[in-house]
């Protein structure tokens, strides 16, 4: 992602610093997913970036106004939350559905009421169920890894990723979930870059620290009361925070300014309810995954709690 | 009379055409539109209500009081509504069982009230039927051109014949009820730009 070259075209594009960061904060993440799954993510990646643009292009231009670098970062995350295997036209179908009908018919940057990337990923997540739930394959490891091939062997069995194995009561090495040597969506699978990319956007402030603590908290404490509980299928708070999306989804879904939460209060209840919903949903429900649907329900709930937030806070001051 | 009673017909196919330019009677429009067969048939004993429930308003108008007209009106509707689910137990019953509870809902339809409200029940029997046929003609089109998207697009196949070949992935999404809302409302946008001049 050279986004210097961009610049001589300063009224087509708008640059915004905070959307930069995070995009630096995840080019660790794109390149170990090419790492690890081969070329053919690369161009995953690559396909969804030109056409979540050319979207978000067609509704602004009408209207004379640039395209924002919000939109890089919605491409990036939506592109990184994919399976490595899923066809390229779903993946572009979800990109165009989540930028032009999860942002820009809100009305374009800043209005989106939900997490347009997100909104891409629930689209195809629903329309194509297999494609997105059921072809995990072993990722490269070792040497120069997929640097050098297109893509994992698809025609093998299709693995199981940790989050299966731990709800069907196997163990999983916790140091290969914190490097990232196993199957898993792009960018979700090592919990160490993820990590570190959260930690940049938060110290340089693209993000509210609050929303990624309370997720974490949140997932953290429940887990811990349902593991205590001693319920099947239920891994130990450090698998869950480990394995699939959980990290990643604390650090770039949870913490998207626009559609999260704004009042203090607000943010650390939307963040812990994000956390808490995950562990329910991946632990009593259908889906292996449950941070997309979380995140995604509790930006309906976003107005309602600033309202109230600032409702009890007047009150306060009246009083 | 006669060239008022052609208007009040073809006003409803385009210039008020139900739910894309009135947003009226979005239940059944978001409900049975999963497949065109269902689509039509409902909106055949739509019109079939609001054809006959016109006609008796327009003719009771002097009668009905005030008052109470809301509850007249229903009444009659509920009559004709019993009338169409009688008559497709009869004739349709397979569709009877994929309309399921939508069948009696039809007395809800605001539609059909509203157009017994703002004109039946000042209008004359001519007027009132011609109004009638002409919005639920456009509510038939309404639900048949939205059926026909949902069911091609996520189920690959038009009045349950295949369209595609067998490569074909259907967008399950769009049979699912959020579908239905995303469709409506790419409807009322596609309505909304070719209807500003």
Known sequence: MNLKGFRPLKKTFQMQKVMLRVCYALIPLVCISIYLFGLRSLALILVTAVFGIVTEALFTFRRDKPITSAVFVTCLIYSLSLPPTLPLWMAIIGIVVGVAMGKMVFGGFGQNVFNPAMVGRCFIYITFPIEMTNRWIEPFWGGVGGLSAWSAPVDAITRATPMMDLAAGLSVSLQKLFVGNVPGSLGETSAFLVLLGGAYIIYKKAAPWRLATSCLLGGVILSSIFYGMGFSGMPSPISTLLSGSFLFGAAFVATEPISGAKTKSGQWIYGFMIGALTVTLRGFSNFSEGIMFSVLLMNSFVPILDRTVRQVQASKKAA | ?197
């Open chain 2, 1 to 197: 009379m006669a060239k008022s009673a052609v208007q009040e017909f073809t006003k409803g196919l385009w210039a008020e055409i139900p739910p894309f330019r009135l947003v009226l009677g979005l239940c059944p429009v978001l409900a049975v539109t999963k497949g065109v067969e269902t689509g039509i048939f409902m909106g055949i004993a739509t019109t079939f209500v609001l054809v006959c429930s016109n006609v008796i308003v327009s003719l009771l108008r002097k009668v009905i009081p005030k008052g109470v007209r809301i509850a007249c009106f229903i009444v009659v509707i509920a009559t004709f509504v019993t009338v169409a689910e009688l008559l497709m137990q009869a004739f349709a019953y397979s569709v009877f069982m994929k309309l399921g509870i939508f069948m009696p809902l039809i007395v809800v339809n605001c539609i059909i009230l509203g157009r017994a409200e703002a004109l039946a029940s000042k209008k004359g029997v001519g007027v009132s039927f011609a109004d009638g046929l002409g919005m639920g003609i456009g509510f038939t089109l309404s639900l048949f051109a939205l059926a026909s998207i949902r069911e091609i697009i996520g189920n690959g196949t038009f009045y349950e014949i295949p369209v595609f070949g067998e490569s074909f992935q259907p967008f399950t999404f769009m049979i699912e009820a959020p579908g239905a809302f995303v469709s409506l409302g790419l409807m009322l946008c596609i309505m909304n730009l070719l209807g500003k001049k």
